[in-house]
């Protein structure tokens, strides 16, 4: 069961490859500039010997955790990269918001590329800083049954148990 209603995506962590603790991350910026490289430089928190900030638990009902893809650009300024996570909190939405001065919300690649044409704000602004790419849901695996070792088929004092 899923407690959280459609909501938006506003916390941030990150895990260090070091000691291997959750760390908060201050904001939707600092997390955005950590994710951006990723493939250059693994997050590091420089607290190793401290506790980590939060811990991972996938069976809570009120949290639930998602992961960005790797090196994901940082969003332009004058744009917010907003994650709504669906009702049903299994998938997220990615869209993007002007700022100022009227905040516009845009679904899709085409409908940014038609709001920066003729800014001048976003002249130096390609559509490669923009991705839609939607964070996974992270989850606890569980352990597949293997058929081979279940109760049934395991042979005690030397008797089969197979009917």
């Known amino acids: ?30 997390y955005e500039e950590i994710r951006s490289k990723t493939l250059e430089k693994f997050f590091e928190c420089k607290r190793c010997e401290e506790p980590g ?16 893809e790797h090196s994901i650009p940082k969003t ?23 700022l100022a001065p009227r905040r516009k919300r845009f679904k899709s690649i085409k409908e940014v590329a038609t709001f920066i044409e003729d800014k001048e704000e976003f002249k130096d602004m390609t559509l490669e800083e923009v991705s839609f790419a939607a964070p996974k849901r992270l989850k606890l695996k569980k352990k597949p049954v293997d058929s081979h070792s279940s109760s049934r088929n395991t042979e005690e004092d030397g008797v089969s148990r197979d009917a």
């Open 1 to 30: 069961m899923c407690v959280v209603k459609t909501t938006l995506i506003d916390s941030y962590a990150a895990q260090c490859w070091k000691c291997l603790k959750v760390r908060s991350i201050e904001s939707q910026e600092d």
């Open 53 to 68: 900030d939060m811990v991972m638990n996938f069976d809570s009902l009120t949290m639930r955790w998602f992961q960005d």
């Open 76 to 98: 332009p300024q004058g744009l917010k990269r907003v994650l709504v996570v669906r009702t049903n909190c299994v998938k997220v939405d990615v869209y993007y918001e002007s």
